[in-house]
Structures are given as structure tokens and as C-alpha cells.
């Protein structure tokens, strides 16, 4: 039920603090560690390399769970669009590990993937919202992200949820390998819990946003490096899945190879700067559409903010940033569409689950 909230959209992104805590009390055990089933961990620290199979937001999840997998554990993690990844099979290593990533676990080019590792004797963990939904039950291990039923065509909540749980089994594999670890996720999304509520306290800010950046425009840009550049991925996706505004994502570093093309006067290009070793060059880049006529929206972390910054996150631990700066993408993404009169919970030609090929 949505209860007094317009949409399902805004109830989720709402959600997603309580969401954060519930993942925090389901994860710690009673000395305030990581409770974590021990066959995952096992199966974890066996493997070579570890191969993240997801679609849609959720892919752009996975995106992100490969850097902190890769950073916080130190074991090699490569990212695949479920469909690729079905007709076009990278050589696998010897001792892989297969984590589908899925709000539902019903999708059905994942659920292809799935069935095709599974069939050349590989292991595979299920990272979703629903236990008990078929990617669940057909994997060999399940953890849940405890983010509640999502009603909402546009996945919100499913995601950040999705990168806590990823965190969490990031830092108890270091854990496992006897790594010395000064970043407790377990603490660290308590802090993240309550930078969401900032910013979902600022709906009339973020609604202006929406209105100055977006109301009129045919296309926008997000652009962003590093972890910031997963979240333009999926800030992209937020705007077009539900305003119809032409929207990409891109890496500021290739925008000069092409796509730069394409700014003209007033071309809305939202920047995202939350990884000081980034913010210089970013920002450099932000500078290069302006001088081409764009019109910037800067959404940048506190310590790195500059004057005129749209946009300034509280200031969250590096790995988790990520799960912060997308909450303001998702509330432009939401007020851009109301503004367009569009169907924020029904988007035109989507299905909440993609269970066909
Ligand atoms: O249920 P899943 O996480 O497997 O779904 C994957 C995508 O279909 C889903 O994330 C889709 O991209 C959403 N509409 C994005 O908001």
C-alpha cells in the first residue's frame, strides 16, 4: 500500500534508510560482527574470480559490488549484462563463483545465464529481494536484501539495498582472509542511513532541480568517474525509464571522444563528484561542455564541494558514496517525470519483472 505517498516510487526512495538499518540488524550477529551463513563465505573465499551476472539497475549494482569486491577483498570480479553474457561467454576461470544479482530473481536472461553455469558445475549465490523466487531457489546459495516488496516499475530502493549486502559480503571475505579492515560496513551504512534521510529531507530543493534542469529539455547528460560514473549509469536509466528524456551516462574522461558532439546550448549535463581522487578531473570536464553551451548541475560530496554546487551529499565513507549520491538522481528522476505528467509507477512499455527473453 502507498498509503498517504502519491507514488510508489517516492514511498521507496523514502524507504531506503529503514531499508539500510533493516539490512544492518539482519547481517550483525551478537558481538556486532558480520553474521554471515558459513557455506556462502566458503564458497566465496574458493573462488578465482568472481562473475557478477545482472540486468538493467541491477546490472549497475554489480557494477559497483565489482569495485568494492575487488578493493575491500582483493579477488578479481567481472560485471556482465545477463543477456550478453548468455550468447557471448567469456573464458571462465577454473574456480569461478557466479552472483546473480536480481530485485525479483525471476529475470529471465539472468535465469539463462544460471542455468547454463550451473550445467558446466559452477557455483552460484543469488543476491535478491525475493527468497524463494526462481533464480533463489535454483542457485546454490541465496542472501537476501531485506528491502521489502518494490511496487515501482523504476527499481529504487532494490538497488542501494543490492550494494549495502555486496559491501557487507565484501568486507567479510577481507575478513576471512585475515585482512587488517579500518572500514566496518556494519557502521558505516548506520552513516549512510542517515545521509539518505538528509536528502530525502530536500524534496522541494531536488523538485526544483528537476524543474530548472529538466522540464523542457529532449536529452541530458550525467557524467562521472570511478563509482560516480556506475551511479551516471543508473541516474541516466532512473530519467529515461520514467520521463522519456534521452539520457546517457558516460565516463567524464570519454566524453571527448565523441559524445561531446552533442552538447549545444542549454543541454542539461548533471556531474557527479564523490572520489576526491577524481574530483579535479571531472570537474575539468564539467568545464568543457559549459564552454559548450550546457547547462551544469553539479552533485558533488561534502569535502570535495566547490561554490555553486546543485547538490552537496553528507559525507559518507568512499566505498558506500555510491549508495548516497544516487538518491538525489532518483528524486530529479521522479520530479522530472511528474513535471512531464508521465506515469511514474507504470512507465510506458515496461514490465516491473522481465521474465522473456
Ligand atoms: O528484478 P531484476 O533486478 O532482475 O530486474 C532487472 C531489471 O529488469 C530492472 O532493474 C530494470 O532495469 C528496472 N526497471 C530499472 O529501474
Known amino acids: 500500500e502507498k498509503g498517504t505517498y502519491p507514488h510508489f516510487m517516492l514511498k521507496e526512495i523514502d524507504e531506503q534508510p529503514f531499508v539500510m538499518r533493516n539490512i544492518i540488524s539482519k547481517y550483525k550477529d551478537d558481538f556486532d560482527k558480520i553474521k554471515l551463513d558459513e557455506d556462502i563465505r566458503r564458497a566465496v573465499m574458493g573462488a578465482d574470480r568472481i ?3 545482472a540486468a538493467g539497475t541491477s546490472y549497475h549494482a554489480g ?11 582483493e579477488i578479481p570480479v567481472e560485471t556482465h549484462i545477463a543477456s550478453e ?7 571462465v576461470s577454473e574456480n569461478p563463483l557466479f552472483i546473480f544479482l536480481s530485485q525479483s530473481g525471476e529475470t529471465a536472461d539472468s535465469r539463462g545465464v544460471l542455468v547454463n553455469v550451473k550445467e558446466k558445475g559452477f557455483k552460484t549465490l543469488t543476491v535478491t529481494n525475493v527468497p524463494g523466487s526462481t533464480l533463489s531457489r535454483e542457485a546454490d546459495f541465496t542472501l537476501h536484501t531485506f528491502a521489502g516488496p518494490e511496487i515501482a516499475v523504476a527499481s529504487t530502493k532494490a538497488y ?11 568486507v567479510d571475505t577481507a575478513n576471512a582472509r585475515g585482512k587488517e579492515m579500518s572500514f566496518n560496513p556494519l557502521q558505516e551504512l548506520a552513516i549512510v542511513a542517515n545521509a539518505m ?14 524543474r530548472d534542469f529538466l522540464s523542457v529539455t529532449r536529452n541530458a547528460f550525467f557524467i562521472g568517474r570511478a563509482a560516480d560514473y556506475y551511479v551516471c549509469l543508473e541516474g541516466a536509466l532512473k530519467l529515461k525509464e520514467i520521463s522519456y528524456i534521452q539520457a546517457e551516462g558516460f565516463a567524464g574522461g570519454e566524453l571527448k571522444h565523441g559524445t561531446i558532439a552533442l552538447i549545444e546550448e542549454g543541454t542539461p549535463v548533471i556531474g557527479l563528484a564523490t572520489q576526491e581522487h577524481v574530483n579535479l578531473s571531472i570537474r ?9 553551451g550546457a547547462s551544469p548541475c553539479m552533485i558533488s560530496m561534502e569535502g570535495l564541494d566547490d561554490e555553486g554546487d546543485a547538490v552537496v551529499l553528507p559525507k559518507v ?11 538525489p538522481m532518483q528524486l530529479i528522476a521522479y520530479y522530472a517525470a511528474l513535471h512531464r505528467e508521465c506515469d511514474v509507477d507504470k512507465p510506458r512499455n515496461l514490465a516491473k519483472s522481465v521474465t522473456v527473453e
Open 284 to 292: 575539468g570536464n564539467m568545464k568543457e561542455t559549459v564552454a559548450r
Open 85 to 91: 553474457f548468455l550468447y557471448n561467454m567469456p573464458l
Open 63 to 73: 557494477l559497483v559490488g565489482k569495485q568494492m569486491i575487488e578493493n575491500i577483498a
Open 197 to 210: 534521510e538528509v536528502l530525502t529531507d530536500q524534496k522541494e530543493k531536488l523538485e526544483q532541480v528537476a
Open 317 to 327: 565513507h568512499t566505498h558506500l558514496a555510491p549508495l548516497v549520491s544516487v538518491i
Open 51 to 53: 562473475y557478477i551476472v
Open 160 to 170: 542501494t539495498a543490492q550494494m549495502a549486502v555486496l559491501a557487507i559480503l565484501a
